[in-house]
């Protein structure tokens, strides 16, 4: 997996993820969702939905491209399942990894200002 490097603040730099818009039966531009129920094993995934929600469409989101890399769905049999779910978890643990630098600069932070904190504590004893 990639390593997420940090800007000079301290913030991970985003994910770029690419996707291609759809038309709902309805023939409206889809609305993309994010999955939020804490139950389901699906989220944090989004997904395509009919803004009017009348002809009940909803679809997956596969990227096309993740930080302007094309992905294995657009380099193999647009249909395979598998393959798509491959895309998912890639896209995920980058977000994950992304986070995971994000609250480790976080942590080594606090912990600078806490130590500083004690050794003025110290200085004024």
């Known amino acids: 997996m990639s390593s997420s490097s940090s800007s000079r603040f301290g ?3 985003s994910v770029d993820l690419r996707y ?3 038309v709902c039966s309805c023939g409206q531009k889809t609305l993309i969702k994010i999955v939020e129920s804490e139950v389901k094993p699906s989220r944090g995934r989004l997904y395509f ?3 009017a929600a009348t002809c009940g469409f909803q679809g997956w989101c596969i990227p096309y491209a993740i930080n302007g890399n ?3 769905t657009t380099t193999s049999r647009a249909g395979d399942g598998f393959e798509q779910m491959v895309v998912a978890i890639k896209t995920r643990v980058e977000v ?3 986070k995971q630098e994000m609250v480790k600069q ?3 932070g606090c912990l600078f200002v806490f130590f500083i904190s004690v050794a003025i504590l110290v200085c004024k004893l």
Request: hydrophobic share 45%; charged share 15%.
């Open 11 to 13: 913030a991970p730099e």
């Open 20 to 22: 291609n818009g759809k």
């Open 49 to 51: 939905v009919c803004p």
């Open 70 to 72: 094309p992905t294995a």
């Open 96 to 98: 994950v990894e992304a």
């Open 106 to 108: 976080m942590v080594v």
